[in-house]
């Protein structure tokens, strides 16, 4: 059965291509927001989403649009996340819909992350609405923009769209399109109720608010209902639609996409993905594609002052409500004291935790060298993952070790091609082929490790390629690798915080650059204080710190006694702070120096 007044689509684009403009454009067209209510992207709530211009949540909105059939249609536009940590969220929220407009920024072209999810679209059976944007701008080269279409699309040239997402010029043209080329949803009325869950929110109030498509089925407020994977059964409080608020109704019926309140209140109980169905009349098999997440990378987070511990404790438990990929769990190092052992999806996951970390909550926080998750594989044939360098077991006890590695899209104009070569070949990885994307751009396959990438892989594309370059990202399975376990001895004793895991051929220059940075930013000290890296016990870097008494009176001269308090007080203030190894009071600025450096 084909529910032919309801278009179910969302908006693919690269970073910066205008998706949420366009987003904007079709909820003033349709009368869903007034102009006066209107402020710049309504759909980009959070803060930090809108500064970094990221977007990391999805936010569903229904819309009626009045086409010029003289027939009123449902609209519901599902925003994706634009980055390649949450390929899986973009897949469930692709997964909720039945076409995609894929919108390319006019003067940019395609970009990696463009291909990235139009292949995510496609993998999905979407129809896809190719759209050129910013035509407005004089450097638009719309002719480029349709050879790169139908040479890495293989989407004729006259399907394509032409529009100015901030000008409003084409959207009506677009709004219309959706209409005649997104299939309507179907439904098996035979089925018992089948939602997908995409998203969900933690409303303190509320409890967890699921995101839901309907594909067969409806579901009603006081109705027992069960989520399939997670074999979690629970009452419907509140269902309702998004227009933009949330706003509450009788029931969601199939084909529809709103929101469903139950009464469960911890989030990590909803995962993204599922399928919820009746309690009485159920489902026999859950809709496809449901993925458990797992981290990818992991990093210690500590608080500078140890003061700040259980404000981090808290802030935290707040960040994960409305982030079940982001995984936390107290743990303490000798060094820096209580903190947290923290996995995220990717680089850019981890960023924005701890951005808002730092800039929401307003602390400052360390950060160890990440880590991916290693397949160590023992003498006596037994394998352990191990994604933090203290559980690294002896090296004598290891038979080998085995990375993660990812198979990665690049494109960039065909100038840098040598640039990037070389730059892959620097990052441990090889390039697999290179593809023609129009006369200017090449899209170069790669493959490399994962820890290259979430080291400074991408910082540097942006650089040999003037910033032209844009990159995503698969995981690719495991390969064989000589992985070292770091340590780093100030006064013959271990600092753990500044323990690695690191390729063989990589831990000699790790080891000095730190050794000097230590010896940098540790002050001189009362006695001989010798910084050494080492690798299975052997010494393989040593710097020493300078040995010198300093004396904090020795510019007071005479007699001012506030003032030598003052500085005396300034001293154990600043001692408040040091934390000791082996003897020796290291400043938090030689943590940071060092961890920075990673
Ligand atoms: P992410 O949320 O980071 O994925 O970005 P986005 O794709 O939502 O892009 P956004 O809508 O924030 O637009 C990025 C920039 O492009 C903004 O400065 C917009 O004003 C601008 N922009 C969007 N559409 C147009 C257009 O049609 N013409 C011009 N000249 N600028 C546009």
């Known amino acids: 059965e084909k529910l032919t007044n309801i278009r179910n689509f969302s908006i693919i684009a690269h970073i910066d291509h205008g998706k949420s403009t366009l987003a904007d454009r079709f909820l003033l067209h349709t009368k869903t927001i007034e102009e006066r209510t209107f402020h710049d992207q309504v759909l980009d709530a959070m803060d930090l989403e809108r500064e970094r211009g990221i977007t990391i949540k999805s936010h569903p909105v229904r819309m009626h649009y009045d086409a010029d059939d003289g027939r009123t249609y449902v609209f519901n536009l599902i925003d994706t996340p634009g980055h390649v940590d949450f390929s899986y969220e973009v897949s469930r929220s692709l997964a909720a819909c039945e076409g995609a407009i894929l919108l390319i920024d006019a003067a940019q072209g395609v970009q990696a992350q ?104 409806s579901v009603k407020v006081g109705e027992s209902i069960r989520f399939f994977n997670t074999d979690l059964t629970t009452e419907v409080k509140e269902v309702g639609y998004f227009s933009p608020g949330m706003k509450p109704s009788a029931s969601l019926l199939q084909g529809e996409v709103g929101y469903i309140i139950t009464t469960i209140k911890t989030p990590g109980d909803i995962h993204v993905g599922d399928t919820i169905t009746g309690y009485l009349r159920a489902c026999k098999q859950p809709l496809a594609g449901f993925q458990h997440v797992r981290p990818m990378v992991f990093s210690g987070i500590y608080p500078i002052d140890t003061a700040d511990y259980e404000a981090l404790k808290a802030n935290i438990a707040k960040l994960r409500l ?69 559980h690294m077991p002896d090296p004598s006890h290891i038979s080998h070790v085995e990375e993660p590695m990812i198979k990665s899209q690049i494109i960039a104009p065909a100038t840098y091609l040598g640039a990037i070569m070389n730059l892959v070949m620097d990052k441990r990885g090889i390039c697999l082929k290179t593809d023609n994307v129009d006369h ?37 399975g495991y390969e064989t690798s000589p992985t070292v376990k770091l340590e780093i001895l100030v006064n013959s004793e271990p600092v753990d915080a500044f323990a690695s895991i690191v390729h063989a051929d990589r831990a000699v220059y790790r080891a000095r650059m730190i050794c000097e940075r230590l010896r940098e930013a540790i002050p001189p000290q009362m006695f001989k204080v010798a910084i050494q890296g080492a690798v299975g016990g052997r010494i393989i870097a040593r710097e020493d710190v300078r040995q010198l008494r300093k004396n904090v009176l020795a510019k007071c001269y005479g007699g001012d006694i506030t003032r030598k308090r003052k500085l005396l007080d300034k001293q154990k203030e600043g001692k408040k702070r040091m934390k000791e190894v082996g003897n020796v009071n290291i400043p938090p600025e030689a943590f940071v120096a060092v961890l920075r450096a990673s």
């Open 114 to 217: 463009t291909l990235a999810n139009a292949n995510l679209a496609l993998h999905q059976k979407l129809t896809i609405i190719p759209v050129i944007n910013k035509i407005d701008l004089p450097a638009a080269d719309v002719d480029m923009c349709l050879e790169q279409v139908e040479e890495l699309l293989a989407i004729p040239r006259d399907e394509v769209l032409k529009v100015s997402a901030k000008s409003g010029m084409g959207v009506k043209e677009l709004l219309e399109a959706v209409v005649a080329r997104v299939p309507p949803p179907e439904t098996d009325p035979a089925q018992p109720l089948q939602a997908l869950v995409f998203d969900s929110v933690y409303d303190v109030y509320r409890g967890v608010v699921s995101f839901v498509r309907v594909v067969n089925g």
């Open 322 to 390: 409305n982030d079940s990929a982001f995984v936390a769990q107290p743990e303490s190092s000798i060094a820096l004291g209580a903190g947290f052992r923290c996995g995220f999806l990717g680089l850019l996951h981890m960023e924005i935790v701890q951005e808002r970390l730092r800039r929401e909550y307003n602390m400052e926080l360390l950060l160890t060298y990440p880590s991916v998750i290693y397949h160590v594989f023992m003498r006596d044939g037994s394998m352990k993952e191990v994604d933090n360098p203290l």
């Open 440 to 476: 200017i751009h090449v899209m170069i396959t790669a493959r490399l490790p994962l820890h290259e990438i979430v080291l400074d892989f991408y910082d540097k594309l942006k650089t040999v390629t003037r910033g032209y370059g844009s990159m995503d990202y698969e995981p690719d």
